[in-house]
């Protein structure tokens, strides 16, 4: 499975964007889809998750309630709704397909695909 990530840039503190996961060459679907971030000088960091079987969705603390995930299985497209953005949601954000547990869907290492990455900068 290939991974691409796009939709990042510049928005302004409360603003809005969504960031999208093209997926090809492999059955999406049926994988953990996730959107992880890494800030300047942070290491990378879980940031939402949804699982193939039974479509729960996991967010991290610091963006529950401004976040949402979703995807498209027919078109092979994974979404990260954001919203209320702020100063410390700027990173570059990559989206990963796996199959991890659920108890370890934080857990980067267990995502065996990976997206390049798009930046996300919020401006105060």
């Known amino acids: 499975v290939q991974l691409q990530a796009s939709g990042g840039g510049l928005v302004q503190a409360g603003g809005s964007l969504r960031l999208t996961c093209t997926a090809s060459?492999?059955?999406?679907?049926?994988?953990?889809m996730a959107w992880f971030r890494q800030a300047p000088g942070k290491e990378r960091e879980f940031v939402a998750g949804l699982r193939a079987n039974g479509g729960s969705t996991h967010y991290a603390d610091s963006v529950k309630g401004r976040f949402a995930v979703s995807r498209d299985k027919v078109k092979n497209l994974g979404y990260l709704q954001m919203s209320s953005l702020k100063t410390e949601d700027t990173a570059v954000y990559y989206c990963?397909?796996?199959?991890?547990?659920?108890?370890?869907?934080?857990?980067?290492?267990?995502?065996?695909?990976w997206g390049q990455g798009t930046k996300v900068t919020v401006s105060s």
């Open positions: 060459g492999g059955t999406f679907s049926t994988y953990t």
């Open positions: 990963a397909a796996g199959r991890p547990i659920l108890s370890a869907i934080a857990t980067d290492s267990l995502y065996y695909y």
